[in-house]
C-alpha cells in the first residue's frame, strides 16, 4: 500500500505471486514491523532446516547458489523473511520453512520500496472479496493449510463482514466456492454467468 495513503481513499495496490511455508512449517500470520533488509544476504541456516539437507550446511554466502537470492527483508516475526529465490520454478507454491519468497525481479521491485520500521500484515485469506464497476467479485483458492472446516460457510461470513450480503448472489458464491479457480468472479446478483465473466476477464 503507498505509504502516504489516507484512509478511504481509493489507490492502485502493487502485488506479486509468492512462494510459502510447507505444511509441516507454514507460513506465520498477523502484524510485523521490517526489521531490517539486506542486498546479497548470506544465509546462517537454522539448525532445523540444516538437518533436512542433502549436504547440510550452517552459511551459505551470497552468490546463485543461496536461496534467499539477492535481496531479504527480516521481519520482527521471529527469524521470518521476505526474500527472492535462485528457485523460481518454488513460487506459487508450499515450498519454504515459513518464509515468503518472491521471484527475483519482483523482490528487487519491492525492496527499495520498504524501509525498517514500517509496519506490515501477513494474511491467510483463501477467500477475498472486491468491487469493481459497481459488481461485487469473489475471489476463492484453496485451503492449503486446512485451517478452515466449512468453505462455505467461511465465504459467507466473509461476504456479511464486508456489509455485501444484499449485493451477493448465494448461488453464484456457493458456486465459485467449490470451483475454488483462484480467478475473481462476479457474484453480484443479477450476474449473467460465472463463467463467462472469468473468460472475459
Known amino acids: 500500500f503507498p505509504v502516504d495513503t489516507r484512509p478511504g481513499e481509493q489507490v492502485s495496490l502493487l502485488t506479486w505471486p509468492v512462494g510459502i511455508g510447507v505444511e509441516e512449517a507454514p507460513s506465520p500470520e498477523g502484524p510485523f514491523t521490517v526489521r531490517s533488509k539486506d542486498a546479497n544476504p548470506t544465509w546462517i541456516v537454522p539448525l532445523d532446516i540444516q538437518k ?3 549436504m547440510p550446511q550452517k552459511v551459505v554466502r551470497p552468490g546463485p547458489e543461496n536461496p534467499l537470492g539477492a535481496y531479504r527483508i527480516r521481519l520482527s ?5 521476505i526474500h527472492g529465490t535462485n528457485d523460481p520454478w518454488s513460487i506459487g507454491r508450499l515450498t519454504t520453512h515459513g518464509c515468503i519468497r518472491l521471484y527475483p525481479e519482483d523482490i528487487e521491485a519491492l525492496f527499495p520500496l520498504v524501509r525498517p520500521g514500517m509496519p506490515g ?6 477467500v477475498k472479496l472486491g468491487e469493481d464497476g459497481g459488481r461485487v467479485y469473489v475471489e476463492v483458492h484453496d485451503d492449503v493449510y486446512r485451517r478452515i472446516p466449512d468453505f462455505e460457510r467461511y465465504a459467507l461470513a466473509e461476504v456479511r463482514k464486508a456489509k455485501l450480503t444484499a449485493r451477493v448472489d448465494p448461488e453464484l458464491l456457493r458456486a465459485a466456492v467449490r470451483a475454488k479457480s483462484g480467478v475473481p468472479t462476479d457474484v453480484t446478483r443479477g450476474a449473467p454467468s460465472t463463467r463467462r465473466d472469468a ?3
Open 77 to 81: 516475526k521471529g527469524l521470518y523473511s
Open 52 to 54: 533436512t539437507m542433502d
Open 121 to 126: 500484515e501477513l494474511v491467510y485469506q483463501p
Open 199 to 201: 473468460a472475459s476477464r
